[in-house]
């Protein structure tokens, strides 16, 4: 789970990597997909978890 840049009014965005690992994303210095002025909130593994962000974040 994302937010746009750092803005109060950023819009929140979620993205699911199938084919990386999160230590893999976390490290990288820019992940496709997702801006470079993009802040991270989130991280986490699973259906269950991305369902639960979904459901928070209103996504």
């Known amino acids: ?3 746009t840049s750092d803005r109060s009014n ?3 965005k979620i993205k699911t990597f199938r084919n990386k690992s ?3 994303i976390l490290s ?3 992940v496709t997909g997702i801006p470079d002025t993009a802040v991270i909130l989130e ?3 699973g ?3 991305e369902q639960q ?5 209103n996504l």
């Open 1 to 3: 789970v994302f937010k």
């Open 10 to 12: 950023a819009r929140t």
């Open 22 to 24: 999160i230590d893999d």
């Open 28 to 30: 990288a210095k820019h």
């Open 43 to 45: 991280a986490g593994m």
């Open 47 to 49: 259906e269950y978890l």
């Open 53 to 57: 962000y979904r459901k928070k974040y």
